[in-house]
């Protein structure tokens, strides 16, 4: 079996993260992606940290198995290199800021006007539209306008998320929405237009606290790692020093846990303990109840037990227990990639296919495949080396 995106070209005019999210997974699905950066430094998330053997951890996540490409896009003549690698493409992508493409010539509809079957896919932070257009539209700031800081954290004060949250909802529409592009045009023939914004996606992801808002006129409360409407459901202390994490669903299971778990039968159908509702509205009491029989043992006693009585838990686990969690060991989750500053363990995609492995492609150097792009666009040596003099090239 082939890659399900074998002989597809995608041109990224990309930086940060939501964008290269979205086409290293068209990478990883066999396409071959086209990354052009600045030659003043290219993406600038390769500037973001020196954490890995002295290269970013966004770029080494976000940009493996990618061709890096440096063009002076100010330079007409970088234009018209970049105009020949559309020509050739399936797909162009960008998420640089709003109408900054359309100015330097590559308007999305201007492009498919040129090339019917091209897919072209804005991303943004607000849309090209509306009062917020022109907005600079960072991760924590799409975070924060939304509404989706106001309900993480713990009750005292709102928190972004530990992780880019907006980017990453951003990017997963926008390979999305590409995928289904890609499968349209194979039936009609003809590309189609995407725009992805970064607000607009994350407004969808809070849809469970925009309903609870619209139907109660109350949003839901912050309740850090406890859960707004569920009881229990949270992180409770262990002898060791560790937490672990319950979480009951339904009544049947509260009953489990009162009787196999807290040696608390007389709990399990006490109608002040038996229901859901009872239990949110004595949430210290239930939590107390939890958390002084879970104090009692080790984390793994209680996660023995637990499972034991089929109730979900989970350890309170950091980054470090992640990078050696015996499930990802087990399932054989990590490959090793290639870097400019050496080899780093990277994780699969979390999706496979059953008869072919994705690949796992090196993290591009800046401008490493420069010249062997526009080799494959017929360029003769002499203007390669004409435009590397003129400044139009890097890498």
């Given at each position: 079996?082939s890659?399900?995106?074998?002989?597809?070209?995608?041109?990224?005019?990309?930086q940060a993260?939501?964008?290269?999210l979205?086409?290293?997974?068209?990478?990883?699905?066999?396409a071959?992606?086209?990354?052009?950066?600045?030659?003043?430094?290219?993406?600038f998330?390769?500037?973001y940290?020196?954490s890995?053997?002295?290269l970013?951890?966004?770029?080494?996540?976000?940009n493996?198995?990618?061709?890096?490409?440096?063009?002076?896009?100010?330079?007409?003549?970088?234009?018209?290199v970049?105009?020949?690698l559309?020509?050739g493409a399936?797909?162009?992508?960008q998420?640089l800021?709003p109408?900054a493409?359309a100015?330097?010539g590559?308007?999305?509809?201007e492009?498919?006007?040129?090339?019917?079957?091209?897919?072209?896919?804005?991303?943004?932070?607000?849309?090209?539209?509306?009062p917020?257009r022109?907005k600079?539209?960072?991760?924590?700031?799409?975070?924060c306008?939304s509404g989706?800081a106001?309900v993480?954290g713990?009750?005292?004060?709102?928190?972004k998320t530990?992780l880019?949250?907006s980017?990453?909802?951003a990017g997963?529409?926008?390979?999305?929405?590409?995928?289904?592009?890609?499968?349209?045009?194979a039936?009609?023939?003809?590309?189609?237009?995407i725009?992805v914004?970064?607000f607009?996606?994350?407004?969808?992801w809070?849809g469970h606290?925009l309903?609870h808002?619209?139907g109660?006129?109350?949003?839901?409360?912050?309740?850090?790692?406890?859960h707004?409407?569920?009881?229990?459901?949270d992180?409770y202390?262990?002898?060791?020093?560790?937490e672990?994490?319950?979480g009951?669903?339904?009544d049947?299971?509260?009953?489990?846990?009162?009787?196999?778990?807290l040696?608390?039968?007389?709990?399990?159908?006490?109608?002040?303990?038996?229901?859901?509702?009872?239990?949110v509205r004595?949430?210290?009491l239930?939590?107390?109840?939890v958390?002084?029989?879970?104090?009692?043992?080790?984390a793994?006693?209680?996660?023995?037990r637990?499972d034991?009585?089929?109730?979900?838990?989970?350890?309170?686990?950091?980054?470090?227990?992640?990078?050696?969690?015996?499930q990802?060991?087990?399932?054989?989750r990590?490959?090793p990639?290639?870097?400019?500053?050496?080899e780093?363990?990277s994780?699969l995609?979390p999706?496979?296919?059953?008869e072919?492995?994705?690949?796992m492609?090196?993290?591009?150097a800046?401008?490493?495949?420069t010249d062997?792009?526009?080799?494959a666009?017929g360029?003769?040596?002499?203007?390669i080396?004409a435009?590397?003099?003129?400044?139009?090239?890097?890498?």
């Amino acid at each position: 079996m082939s890659l399900p995106l074998t002989g597809t070209t995608v041109i990224a005019l990309e930086q940060a993260v939501a964008a290269p999210l979205a086409t290293r997974h068209l990478c990883d699905l066999g396409a071959r992606v086209v990354k052009i950066e600045r030659p003043e430094g290219g993406d600038f998330a390769r500037g973001y940290d020196r954490s890995v053997n002295g290269l970013a951890s966004h770029f080494v996540w976000l940009n493996r198995g990618k061709e890096s490409v440096v063009l002076d896009l100010k330079a007409p003549e970088g234009r018209a290199v970049l105009a020949d690698l559309v020509a050739g493409a399936d797909v162009f992508l960008q998420n640089l800021a709003p109408g900054a493409a359309a100015r330097l010539g590559f308007g999305s509809a201007e492009l498919r006007a040129r090339h019917p079957r091209l897919v072209t896919v804005d991303l943004s932070g607000y849309g090209t539209g509306g009062p917020y257009r022109d907005k600079r539209a960072y991760d924590m700031l799409i975070q924060c306008e939304s509404g989706l800081a106001s309900v993480t954290g713990p009750p005292e004060r709102p928190a972004k998320t530990g992780l880019p949250a907006s980017d990453i909802a951003a990017g997963m529409y926008a390979l999305t929405a590409t995928l289904a592009a890609l499968l349209g045009r194979a039936g009609s023939g003809r590309g189609t237009g995407i725009e992805v914004s970064m607000f607009e996606a994350t407004a969808e992801w809070l849809g469970h606290q925009l309903h609870h808002t619209q139907g109660t006129g109350r949003a839901p409360d912050r309740a850090g790692l406890s859960h707004p409407a569920i009881a229990p459901y949270d992180a409770y202390p262990t002898a060791d020093g560790h937490e672990v994490m319950i979480g009951i669903q339904n009544d049947r299971e509260w009953a489990r846990l009162a009787t196999g778990f807290l040696d608390r039968p007389d709990l399990a159908d006490h109608p002040e303990w038996a229901t859901n509702v009872a239990r949110v509205r004595r949430r210290r009491l239930v939590d107390a109840l939890v958390g002084g029989r879970t104090a009692t043992m080790t984390a793994e006693e209680a996660v023995k037990r637990l499972d034991a009585l089929a109730i979900a838990s989970a350890r309170l686990n950091g980054i470090g227990d992640l990078l050696h969690h015996p499930q990802l060991a087990a399932r054989d989750r990590w490959r090793p990639v290639a870097t400019p500053a050496g080899e780093v363990r990277s994780l699969l995609p979390p999706f496979d296919f059953a008869e072919v492995e994705l690949p796992m492609g090196p993290v591009p150097a800046l401008g490493a495949h420069t010249d062997s792009a526009l080799r494959a666009l017929g360029y003769p040596a002499t203007r390669i080396a004409a435009l590397r003099a003129n400044g139009v090239l890097g890498g």
